[in-house]
């Protein structure tokens, strides 16, 4: 089966740019989490998406974030205005949505975002 | 606050050595997971071990956990110059969706 899909795998843009980052999760895969590393940090939790409803979106940073899934398939998430403390890699994980599978997530390679 | 925290940052080895990771983590967890990250990659999960268990065999992979210290460890044996990568645990809050919470990871080294 394919894996998680993320485009692009790298954006560079100025600040106060907007960009949306795509993620294509595994089908049939209902959960969706959205996760970033700042360099040097841990992997942060930003949201997590139940076919196309918002389930948690306790770590997202502030209100230039937006995230959306339409239809319960892929999922983007969209920056703007981008200041410079938003660069980072930018994760998207899936995961089947019965026990025990539900437990395991399968990450895509990500979208790192440079913003200068 | 910080979850997981691996120990070493970072570790350098020979081929055929084996590689220990160590975890630490603060709150109680439903489970704690081990993924790994080859450069430029995204993160693929390597093993599961549920808050009732005490370790667990995956090939070359052993993972320890004690709930009691709140720590877990990550035994690769036999190591491989493939192993070279970054390894991250990440502890499961929940059962059902997984709100994984990760540590900084260890930056691993095997030299031929």
């Known amino acids: 089966e394919a894996g998680v899909t993320q485009f692009p795998s790298h954006s560079v843009i100025e600040k106060g740019q907007t960009v949306t980052l795509r993620c294509d999760p595994i089908?049939?895969?209902?959960?969706l989490y959205w996760y970033r590393r700042v360099m040097g940090k841990e992997i942060k939790f930003l949201l997590h998406?139940?076919?196309?409803?918002?389930?948690?979106e306790s770590g997202m940073p502030n209100n230039r974030f937006l995230a959306e899934r339409t239809g319960g398939t892929y999922s983007t998430l969209k920056v703007q205005p981008a200041e410079l403390e938003d660069s980072g890699v930018y994760f998207c994980?899936?995961?089947?949505?019965?026990?025990?599978?539900?437990?395991?997530?399968?990450f895509g390679a990500g979208s790192r975002l440079t913003v200068l | 606050s910080q979850q997981g925290e691996e120990d070493p940052q970072a570790l350098s080895i020979q081929e055929g050595e084996n590689a220990t990771m160590n975890c630490s983590y603060k709150t109680s967890i439903n489970n704690l997971q081990w993924y790994r990250q080859n450069s430029g990659r995204g993160l693929v999960h390597l093993i599961l071990i549920r808050s009732n268990e005490r370790e667990k065999h995956s090939g070359r992979l052993r993972v320890t956990l004690d709930t009691s210290k709140k720590s877990s460890s990550l035994l690769i044996t036999a190591s491989r110059a493939a192993d070279t990568a970054s390894y991250f645990c990440?502890?499961?809050?929940?059962?059902?969706?997984?709100?994984?919470?990760f540590g900084t990871g260890t930056r691993l080294l095997v030299s031929p």
């Open positions: 990440a502890v499961g809050l929940s059962t059902g969706f997984q709100k994984l919470v």
């Open positions: 089908s049939g895969h209902d959960n």
């Open positions: 998406f139940v076919k196309e409803s918002k389930q948690d």
């Open positions: 994980a899936s995961s089947h949505p019965g026990a025990p599978g539900a437990n395991v997530l399968t």
